[in-house]
């Protein structure tokens, strides 16, 4: 790079011009070191805060220092895509509550095949090949500190990227550069005494401020968690089948951040305000063709039905009663447990609904005849519960 050897600064602001041509929305630098935060990371898995994310506790030096993830590294630009939609989460049954960045194809694919084209415009710039590395969400990185390093936002008491100008609706990228690029300054935080997405949080997630419970989430339940929902959460799920934008939309700062206009993140006409209705009877095939390219297929079909059902339950309706019905003879013993919870969540709405047997997050059926006949009895007779 013999030109620019003496010439950072212009090849730092032809990066970003670049990258905002092609269609990211923020382009920043971070230095190539461990954020300031990077210490809070072993503490919160000690807690299990993460869960059953058992990679979060993979390569833990590395997730806290940027410049282990490439030789030679000398700044990361950090790299944030406007995804906020024009419609706000539904909570409304007989709609499904399907978080904002799961309405269209993956977002991840989307984001990669920019990072690869501003390489190639970096290669073609400088006349020569570049080692560079691009990363989005699923290496070691801690985005959300790099992003706040380098002025993007700072992370807020939803544990949350958060900008002045977009809110909480960013997604990150990374590419890592070999360049001693100078880094732009951090954002402070700016949160001050406001608690907004902490009471907007439906089951107690961020009840510790800037720290996420992931074990009391609801996108870590619906998204991540493989097994039974735990019972004194499933009522909080209301209809959301697939992750949660609560702490999201609570922020004030969203008040500056305009509906993305990128087609990428604009919802398919089938994910605009899709039903609950519309998926009980989904076969294997089914659903991978419905959720082709779409986050939805990474959970697979036992876990959906497994979401859906209790929402159903959540929604009680007479129809909603039918869908579980047939829920309730699914080959998944997982999907079995959840439609016999969601038949007694719909028929006793006012009831603590409970399993009847420990067992049943291994068993399905087993141990829930008694729920099974309750709920069946009032349903084929049309008792209401008194």
Known sequence: MPYFNNHWQELKEALRAQALA??????????????????????????????????????TARRQDPGQLMEGVGVVLVLGSNYRPAESFCHTPPRMGISAYARNNDYHDHLKKRLKRLSRWLRDHLGEEVNTRGFVDTAPVMEKPLAATCGIGWQGKNALLISRQYGAWLLLSELFLPFPLPPDPPEPDRCGSCNRCQLACPTGALDIPYRLEARNCIAYLTVEYKGPIPLHLRRAMGNRVFGCDDCIEACPWNRFAPATGDEAFLPRE??????????????????????????????GRERFLRNLAVALGNWGAPEALSALE?????????????????????????????????????????????????????????????
């Not at 299990?48 to 390569?59: D, F, I, P, S, V």
């Not at 603590?352 to 399905?364: Q, Y």
């Open 22 to 59: 092609i269609g990211f929305d923020v382009a920043r630098f971070a230095p190539a070191t461990p954020p300031p935060t990077a210490d809070n990371l072993l503490p919160w898995l000690e807690k299990g805060c993460h869960g059953e994310m058992a990679w979060l506790t993979q390569n």
């Open 270 to 299: 089938s994910l605009t305000a899709p039903s609950l209705l519309e998926f009980a009877d989904l076969d294997e095939d089914t659903f991978r063709a419905v959720f082709r390219k779409s986050p939805i297929k990474r959970i």
């Open 326 to 386: 047939r829920l309730r003879d699914d080959p998944s013993p997982l999907v079995q447990s959840h439609a016999l919870w969601g038949l007694d969540a719909a028929l006793m709405p006012d009831k603590n609904t409970r399993e009847k047997n420990d067992d049943v997050r291994d068993a399905g059926k087993k141990g829930c005849v008694e729920s099974m006949g309750k709920a069946f009895y009032l349903f084929k007779n049309g008792q209401p519960n008194n």
